[in-house]
């Protein structure tokens, strides 16, 4: 039986330039573990340790970093991660939601409108609808039969 032929790609037919680590180009014999500022840069932002592909770094050199950042870490010199604030715009449609978008299809609770004439700390009741123990300004208001009394 014949073998089939096998066709190169795009991406299999580029020579990629081999990336040069950065311990040799400035000609670093010795990795410190105090050395934050050489360390930091063979870290992400998020604090992670980046890739050997990445770095440019030989098995050798990629292992004499990471144990150096490891035991900066643990000397508490460099965070073990490192938290990455997002600002998020509104949703499009079809995208899942968040608390708010479930919540809409939710009936809204049953509460009595606050006029602007009552006072803030003072209880709003209505005869309708009074939940079953509320503690006001030390008061105790105990429903029966759907009205509010005042227990003091």
Same mark, same amino acid.
């Given at each position: 039986?014949?073998?089939?032929? %096998?066709?190169?790609? *795009?991406?299999?037919?580029?020579?990629?330039?081999? *990336?040069?680590?950065?311990?040799?180009?400035?000609?670093?014999? =010795?990795?410190?573990?105090?050395?934050? @500022?050489?360390?930091?840069?063979?870290?992400?932002?998020?604090?992670?340790?980046? #890739?050997?592909?990445?770095?440019?770094?030989?098995?050798?050199?990629?292992?004499? +970093?990471?144990?150096? +950042?490891? @035991?900066? %870490?643990?000397?508490? +010199? /460099?965070? =073990?991660?490192?938290?990455? #604030?997002?600002? %998020?715009?509104?949703?499009?449609?079809?995208?899942?939601?968040?608390?708010?978008?479930?919540?809409?299809?939710?009936?809204?609770?049953?509460?009595?409108?606050?006029? %602007?004439?009552?006072?803030?700390?003072?209880?709003?009741?209505?005869?309708?609808?009074?939940?079953?123990?509320?503690?006001?300004?030390?008061?105790? /208001?105990?429903?029966?039969?759907?009205?509010?009394?005042?227990?003091?």
């Amino acid at each position: 039986m014949a073998k089939p032929v %096998r066709t190169k790609t *795009k991406d299999n037919g580029r020579r990629v330039k081999k *990336k040069v680590s950065l311990l040799v180009t400035e000609r670093v014999e =010795y990795v410190d573990w105090k050395d934050v @500022n050489l360390l930091r840069r063979f870290m992400s932002d998020r604090a992670k340790i980046r #890739t050997r592909r990445v770095s440019g770094n030989s098995a050798q050199q990629q292992a004499e +970093i990471a144990r150096a +950042i490891k @035991n900066a %870490r643990e000397m508490a +010199i /460099l965070p =073990y991660a490192s938290r990455v #604030t997002q600002t %998020r715009g509104p949703k499009r449609d079809g995208e899942r939601g968040g608390r708010r978008e479930r919540d809409r299809d939710l009936p809204a609770p049953e509460t009595a409108p606050l006029s %602007r004439d009552t006072d803030p700390g003072e209880a709003v009741a209505t005869d309708e609808f009074v939940s079953e123990a509320e503690v006001l300004e030390g008061d105790l /208001l105990v429903e029966t039969d759907g009205t509010a009394e005042d227990v003091s």
